[in-house]
């Protein structure tokens, strides 16, 4: 599986931005895919996962309620919507794919060394 990510920019506190991963590969549907963040100087951070299906999700406690993590099998698409952007969101943001074709949430799906396929990033900056 190949992921690319896009949508990142700048946006001012409060602002909002639609991260896209677009991924290859015909066993998409059999990976969940997590979001993560790196910002500088510190260690790359847990953002959001969903499930193959799209049925389980899971969320960094700071991001529930501002960031809604969904995905189109049919397209090989995952979305990140982001509102309410504070400036300590700013960070490269990063998708990955980790092979999970169960119907079950996956406990590791929070740590970033039991993902499998990494995107490249897309930088994401909020101004106060």
């Known amino acids: 599986v190949q992921l690319q990510a896009s949508g990142g920019g700048e946006v001012q506190a409060g602002g909002s931005l639609r991260l896209s991963c677009a991924a290859s590969g015909r066993t998409f549907n059999s990976y969940a895919v997590g979001w993560f963040r790196q910002a500088p100087g510190k260690e790359r951070e847990f953002v959001a996962v969903?499930?193959?299906?799209?049925?389980?999700?899971d969320y960094r406690d700071s991001m529930k309620g501002r960031f809604t993590i969904s995905r189109s099998n049919a397209q090989n698409m995952v979305y990140l919507q982001m509102n309410s952007l504070k400036p300590e969101d700013t960070a490269v943001y990063y998708c990955a794919a980790v092979w999970a074709p169960g119907p079950n949430y996956g406990l590791g799906w929070r740590i970033p060394n039991e993902y499998e396929y990494w995107g490249q990033g897309t930088q994401v900056t909020v101004s106060s």
């Open positions: 969903i499930s193959w299906s799209g049925a389980n999700t």
